[in-house]
């Protein structure tokens, strides 16, 4: 279905020619002063100083060609030359109608252009727990893949574990200290090495904080961990096979914090895939003449004319020869063009990362590894902080892990919950999931990635107010409606939405009937913000007319029905705005 200011516009651009007008100027917007009118053009002023007339009887003219619209119920001109407009009833009801006849997509179009586009988020480091920081690269890029998939596009999420730095050399030598009978460590082995890890997650977990902390203070093991990683990325086999046990160990754990976030990812791929990429990248760059020996690290210049502060040389090896961080963003990009040739690449990653990814972009697209037809995307995303102002820290002041984090809220949320006695145990603790999920996510989307923001679990877990688990009682109390409704033995079945009667029945019909622009612009922008802005909008409308309007207790048949169908419609495009978000709502709570 075409937009609904689409087709505004449509008619009013009908209405500037017929007036004897450039239709150009007939652009429609949603009215800033709802008080007054539901749409606004704005046309007759620009097009005042074209047709030396004043606007306001430019205005008029078209009001005048409008007279026998069946879109409009009102058509104004207004001093200076604004166009005030309010849609015909009928019009409305129609177009939300067919809204809910198109069940699948609830009237929001496919793009007409496809493309292929793979998305970086989630970026946990390997053996290391997963932290509230990762949380935002999760949620955000999670929501911003399903945006762009409900498009229509052809998007590949990818979790770009972080696997080939310093971290594993740490490790392995831990390892070698604790256990230095392993088969691994023997250089001479040549056979095959065990199926089982030398390890469990819980040990992993201890074992990466032990050694960081020792090679902090120890200067020969911290030595030790860095000729470890150079042979691990040397390619020496039992470190190799050390490798493939850390990720196992940890691979398996990951995917069950991501499973509760409601978080999935088509590829696993890490850092260390981009390893066979990095040797012939790094010659092709030199035989190109675009990278260079500098102090013993090869670099490629990525400085521009434009440049307002100075960006430094991207560097791609170090001096001895071990890979870096920008080394595996590139290779990375090799194996992802050589094997899906996307249009366009997304890294949902801190912010503060921005100069790598200029570094790395620049990079790509100076050595060709990345040609013009590829599009590259940052998406910075801001700090979570606590209600301090600092960043989030438990109460002891840690890295606040984000199983505990969800586990807190998960608590609290049952209690909450379980006040309602009418909700068995399975239920309630089925449903605090969701809500406490609803929370967290919501708490995070509802703000502009870009920006910082306070975590504040009081605020989010709020039944009221701008929060996730606001919207899934909104959802909850259609839901229990609608099931009173058909416990009641009546069907809405071949009924259909009446035109609106009341002011707040129109207010709730004009907020749905945007529902698809307001997934395009989301997905275009990569702002899951403004469709959870628009969800909130919604439920405000949704609770409005519920508030004002007799529903289980309206008598005529058909008036009901299409109240039913009005709800339901909503509820749909609520299940459809929050699956865009990454959460789902419980049938009670
Ligand atoms: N592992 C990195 C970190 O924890 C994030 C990875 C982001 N993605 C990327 N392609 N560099 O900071």
């Avoid at 078209?62 to 009928?90: R, T, Y």
């Avoid at 691990?232 to 990720?247: D, E, S, T, V």
């Avoid at 088509?266 to 012939?280: H, R, T």
């Avoid at 090869?298 to 920008?326: F, H, Q, R």
Wanted: aromatic share 8%; with cysteine.
């Amino acid at each position: 279905m075409k937009e609904i200011l689409e087709l505004i516009t449509d008619e009013m651009k009908k209405a500037f020619v017929k007036a004897g007008y450039d239709d150009k100027f007939a652009l429609v917007s949603l009215s800033n002063r709802p008080d007054l009118c539901e749409y606004q053009c704005n046309g007759a002023m620009p097009a005042a100083k074209v047709y030396h007339k004043a606007p306001l009887e430019i205005a008029r003219d078209v009001v005048k060609a409008l007279e026998d619209s069946n879109v409009f119920a009102s058509v104004e001109a207004v001093k200076p030359g604004f166009i005030n407009l309010k849609i015909q009833e009928a019009y409305l009801s129609d177009y939300v109608n067919a809204m809910r006849i198109d069940k699948e997509r609830l009237g929001s179009e496919k793009t007409s252009s496809p493309k292929t586009i793979i998305i970086d988020y989630g970026g946990p480091n390997v053996a290391k727990p997963l932290h509230v920081g990762h949380l935002r690269s999760a949620v955000i890029g999670e929501s911003i893949k399903r945006l762009l998939k409900f498009q229509g596009h052809n998007v590949i999420g990818d979790i770009h574990l972080g696997d080939w730095g310093t971290q594993m050399g740490l490790i392995i030598t831990e390892l070698h200290l604790r256990k230095p009978e392993l088969v691994y460590f023997d250089p001479d082995y040549d056979g095959s090495y065990p199926k089982e890890a030398p390890f469990t997650i819980a040990e992993l977990e201890e074992i990466y904080p032990t050694a960081s902390k020792k090679s902090k203070e120890d200067e020969s093991y911290h030595e030790k961990a860095l000729q470890a990683t150079a042979e691990l990325q040397q390619g020496r086999r039992g470190y190799r096979a050390l490798l493939n046990h850390i990720l196992n160990v940890s691979v398996t754990d990951l995917k069950k914090n991501y499973e509760r976030l409601n978080v999935s990812f088509e590829l696993w791929k890490g850092e260390s895939d981009a390893q066979p990429y990095i040797a012939p990248m790094v010659k092709d760059m030199l035989d190109k003449g675009l990278a260079y020996e500098s102090e013993g690290a090869i670099v490629v210049d990525v400085k521009e004319d434009t440049d307002k502060k100075e960006i430094p040389p991207c560097m791609i090896l170090k001096s001895d020869g071990a890979a870096l961080y920008n080394t595996t963003d590139l290779a990375t990009m090799v194996w992802r063009m050589e094997d899906y040739h996307p249009d366009k690449m997304i890294y949902v990653v801190d912010k503060r990362q921005e100069l790598h990814f200029v570094q790395c972009f620049r990079a790509a697209r100076k050595t060709g590894i990345v040609g013009p037809d590829t599009e590259l995307d940052f998406v910075g995303f801001g700090t979570m902080n606590g209600k301090d102002g600092g960043p989030f820290k438990t109460r002891d002041g840690g890295v606040m892990r984000l199983s505990v984090l969800l586990d807190e809220i998960y608590n609290d949320m049952l209690t909450k919950i379980s006040e309602n006695k009418s909700l068995s145990k399975e239920e309630a603790e089925q449903a605090a999931k969701q809500v406490a999920l609803a929370a967290v996510k919501y708490g995070d989307l509802s703000n502009q990635a870009s920006k910082d923001y306070i975590f504040d679990v009081e605020r989010f877990s709020a039944f009221e107010g701008n929060t996730g688990p606001y919207i899934l009682y909104t959802m909850v109390r259609i839901k229990s409606i609608l099931a009173k409704y058909k416990a009641s033995g009546k069907s809405a079945a071949g009924f259909g939405i009446n035109d609106p009667a009341t002011e707040s029945e129109k207010s709730l019909m004009l907020v749905l009937s945007r529902f698809n622009q307001a997934a395009r612009i989301a997905a275009e922008e990569m702002a899951p913000h403004k469709i959870a802005a628009y969800t909130y909008e919604l439920c405000n409308a949704l609770n409005h007319f519920y508030h004002e309007t007799k529903i289980l207790s309206q008598e005529n048949e058909g008036v009901q029905a299409g109240y039913i169908q009005l709800l339901s419609l909503s509820l749909a495009v609520l299940e459809q705005s929050i699956d865009l978000l990454g959460f789902s709502a419980p049938d009670r709570m």
